[in-house]
Each structure stands twice: as C-alpha cells, then as structure tokens.
C-alpha cells in the first residue's frame, strides 16, 4: 500500500517479494512488474545516487530494538545505494558490504539481494529477531509504497512499524579486521635546471577492528593510510559566513558514526553535528568504541591524536568523544555527550544531554542541552557558553506541526562539531493541511 502522496492505496504496480537465509546470509527477491516497462527510470549512477530512479529497498531493524535501521536501495540495474538511520536523521556515508543484480524485461524488472550476516551488527542469541519493512518507488507515478502498510495515524515513522523477522539457526562471526599499508612517497623539485629530491620515505600503518561480541566493536588505527578515500566534491566558498561542511568518508570513522546523531538535531540547521569527524584532520592514532553495551544502553567513544602540520607548536593536538544513549519506549532515547579537543595553548570542552520521547504514535518532542568552555592561553582568557533546544514534531496523513525553541549563546563554541553560528534565539512554528485533489 501507499504512502505518498496519499496512505492506503494500492501501489500502481504489482510487487512480489520473497525472501530466505542460511546461517550466513540473508537473501531477497523482488519481481516488480510494470506495465509500462518502457518508462522504467534506471540510470548507471554512482552509489547512494539512486533516489531519483525506481527502487526497491529493505529497511531493516537488526536489534529490533526500535532505535535504528539499516537501509539497502537497489534501482532495476542493479546499482546499490545504502544508509543508517538512527536518531532522526539518515545517514548515507555508511557503505556495507553486500551483494545485488537487477534485470529490466518488457513485463518490468526483477531484483536478487544477498546481505551477509557479517556485514551488519545484529543480537546474539538464537534464534534472532529483526524488524523489517519492504519499499518501492515507481518514478513514473510518484507513489511510495511498503508492507506492511504504514498507518496514516503514525505518519512516515518506519521504526516503530516494522514486522518481525525470525531467524534460526544463523551463525555469529566473531569480527576481525587487519588492514595495513605501505606508502612511499618521494619530494621533488627542479632547482637551476635540474631535479633535486629527497630520499625515498616509506611509511607505515595499520587500521583494525575487533568485535569484542556481536554488538560492541573497537576500532584502531595507527598512520592510517585514506589515500583509498574518494575526492570531496568541489563546493564553493563564496561569502558565506561559516565554513563548508564535507561527509566523513574515511573507514575508521565511518563505523556507528550514526551514534552521534542527537535529539532535535534533524529540525536544528544552526548546530548541525555535535561530534563532526572530519575536524580530526589527520589521526596519528586513533581508538573508537561503538555499539550495545545490553539491549537498551549504547556507547560511542573516540580518543585520537591529531597531527599538526610542520612548524606548529607542538606535534599532536588531543581529540576525545564520550556519546551514551539509553533506549526508551518505542524510538525514544536520552543520552548525553563529552566532547574534548587538548591544544598547545588551551582547550574546548562541551558537555550536556539530549533525547527523543515519542509521547503518542504521530508526536514526537526532543531536546538537547549543551554547554562548553574554551580557553585559549591564559585562565583569564576562558569563555563558557550554552545550546539547548526543544523541538515538538506532529505528523499524520492529514497534519503537519511543528514548533522549535532555541538558543545559542554568543560564547558557546565546539571545536569537535559543526555549528553554523552561535548568538542566536530563536522561535519557529509550523503548521501544514495536507489536501489530497
């Protein structure tokens, strides 16, 4: 069934999904008919490039636990596209390893996933639950549709409306991860007509992972070697009044980076990300811990040393992360953070607590609090600043409403996050009828 532009219609075209495992993989089938199979939009895109094609995609809750789902699209070629959402907010720098082929025939186009179970965190135990929901997106007609049929009372929520999946017998990996390289790399220049270097410098390092069980995961890196990490896309910084913001891409950092998503962050705008990794420019070392501690509680951590560039005071700056989350009832959540990041001639420090509480099926408050401390040189030269926001959310078929109230103080400032401005308050209010001719 539908649900957009409208809840509870049938979906334009027939879909049929089958699905079966083995203890090591998970494996769906989508036929998606089409009786105009001529108008199919498919494109051979880069990943995560897919939403403006026709898709299928499997929204799956591993922990099923409510908090967080993966999400695997898949257009009629077969190309793939994936994210995590977790918090509010999805996240498509993620990239797990799996597995898909698609097929366009003149009756429409046909779809074989295989997800393996090493790629993803899931419960141990036997057997073991997952929540799923199956989607697909007929370009030519602009409808969405899923099973189960979401209700029009809860709106676009997909993690409180999943169908359970049970799964025995299946076999649990104990994770482990050696990645190391070897880089040489060799300066030259020409001086007076001819070309002068330096020696050949090789250079070591080594990125690691170990599952210390199913659910927890511990991550380090020495000298870590990106050169394997994609360009950023160009963006142009023309009088703008703060710094561009560019994806995490790097392997170390991508792991549970969906942790660090927090309440009222999704409606904020202003302070973007708490924990942003990309200002750990280039870790020397690094350890990260991410994942369930039991069945409600969560940690992410990440202590690195920063290299600075030559002729800086000192060799390393100090970055440390501390995120805690407690699950609550349905997709609700409260937690907090301890940011730090150690320079030669101060520090910045910001530390407070946020959540999310589903108050009925369509209405959703959360929040956030947050103060720092900044100090550079000299104690008489430490400002101490604050954030909170409070964000009510209301969605169904026919309503939507929303009110934020926030402040930013002039002093507050993050040297581990994203923040776009501070010295600003702030009141919005929202309200939308949403009229289906």
């Known amino acids: 069934m539908t649900y957009h532009p409208d809840y509870g219609k049938p979906l334009g075209e027939e879909t049929t999904v089958w699905f079966a495992y083995d203890a090591e993989s ?20 880069a990943r995560d490039k897919i939403r403006p094609d026709d898709w299928v995609c499997i929204n ?22 994936d994210s995590r ?50 989607e697909r997106m007929i370009n030519r007609l602009s409808q969405s549709g899923t099973t189960p049929a979401l209700d029009p009372r809860h709106g676009e929520n997909f993690l409180t409306q999943t169908r359970p999946l049970v799964l025995a017998g299946i076999r649990h990996y104990r994770l482990v991860e050696f990645l190391p390289s070897l880089t040489l790399a060799r300066n030259r220049a020409s001086e007076a007509g001819r070309l002068t270097g330096d020696p050949l410098k090789p250079e070591l390092g080594l990125t690691a992972k170990v599952g210390l ?33 560019y994806d995490e ?27 942003h990794t990309r200002t750990i420019v280039d870790p020397a070392f690094g ?18 040393l920063d290299a ?66 900044t100090r550079d040189g000299s104690p008489a030269d430490t400002r101490e600043g604050h954030a909170a926001a409070v964000n009510y959310s209301y969605t169904t078929r026919d309503w939507m409403v929303g009110l934020l109230a926030q402040d930013i103080g002039r002093s507050f400032e993050t040297e581990t996050g994203y923040l776009t401005r ?13 009229f289906y001719p």
């Open 60 to 81: 799956l809750d591993t922990f099923n636990d409510q908090q967080s789902l993966y999400a695997f699209y898949v257009n009629p070629l077969g190309i793939q596209g």
């Open 308 to 373: 600075l560039p030559d002729g800086a005071a000192r060799d390393y700056d100090g970055a440390g992360v501390l995120r805690y989350k407690r699950a609550l009832a349905h997709d609700g959540f409260v937690g907090g953070f301890v940011t730090d990041r150690e320079r030669a001639d101060g520090f910045n420090r910001v530390a407070g607590i946020d959540g999310q509480i589903r108050l009925a099926p369509p209405s959703l408050l959360s929040f956030y609090a947050f103060g720092s401390v």
């Open 287 to 304: 350890l990260k811990l991410n994942g369930n501690l039991g069945r409600r509680d969560m940690i992410a951590s990440i202590f690195a």
């Open 422 to 434: 501070n010295g600003l308050t702030r009141l919005k209010a929202g309200v939308g009828r949403i």
């Open 213 to 245: 069980t199913s659910r927890l995961v511990l991550d380090a890196a020495v000298n870590p070697d990106f050169s394997q990490v994609e360009a950023d896309a160009g963006q142009v910084d023309f009088n703008q009044r703060y710094a561009l913001f």
């Open 26 to 45: 998970l494996f769906f089938a989508f036929r998606c008919l089409d009786s105009r199979s001529d108008r199919i939009k498919a494109s051979v895109s």
């Open 249 to 275: 891409t790097r392997p170390f950092f991508l792991e549970g980076l969906e942790k660090f998503n927090f309440g009222a962050g999704e409606s904020d705008g202003i302070l973007g990300e708490v924990v």
């Open 85 to 134: 959402f977790e918090g509010g907010s999805e996240d498509y720098t993620i990239d797990v390893v799996w597995y898909s082929a698609g097929r366009i025939d003149p009756a429409g186009y046909s779809i074989e996933i295989r997800i393996p179970f090493k790629s993803v965190r899931l419960s141990d135990g036997d057997p073991v639950t997952m929540g799923v929901i199956f």
